[in-house]
Nanobody, 127 residues
Framework: VQLQAFGGGLVQAGGSLRLSCAASGRTISSYCMGWFRQAPGKEREFVASISRSGASTYYAEPVKGRFTISRDNAKSTGYLQMNSLKPEDTSAYYC?????????????????????WGQGTQVTVSS
């Protein structure tokens, strides 16, 4: 599976962005999908994950109520809608999926749970 994340950009505090993660090579309906972010000098951290059907979603505390993860398996695309953005949300954002061999719960917040990664898309929030 190849993943390509896009949709980042420069936005003012309080604004919104929608990130997309397009998958190619295989249908993504068998994979858990997650979003992570990494600011300069910091470790990559979990943002959100979503179950295979999209029925269940999971969020890190700092983004709860502001970010929404979703997916469209027919389009092999995942999304991260980011509202009420804050300067501390400034990071490179990465999408990732598990392998087809993983059949467990998609509440996965660790990097090692994911096998396929997209390149980062930069989000910069100005104050």
């Amino acid at each position: 599976v190849q993943l390509q994340a896009f949709g980042g950009g420069l936005v003012q505090a309080g604004g919104s962005l929608r990130l997309s993660c397009a998958a190619s090579g295989r249908t993504i309906s068998s994979y858990c999908m997650g979003w992570f972010r990494q600011a300069p000098g910091k470790e990559r951290e979990f943002v959100a994950s979503i179950s295979r059907s999209g029925a269940s979603t999971y969020y890190a505390e700092p983004v709860k109520g502001r970010f929404t993860i979703s997916r469209d398996n027919a389009k092999s695309t995942g999304y991260l809608q980011m509202n009420s953005l804050k300067p501390e949300d400034t990071s490179a954002y990465y999408c990732a999926t598990t392998s087809t061999g993983y059949t467990g719960n998609c509440w996965l917040a660790t990097l090692g749970s994911y096998v396929y990664w997209g390149q980062g898309t930069q989000v910069t929030v100005s104050s």
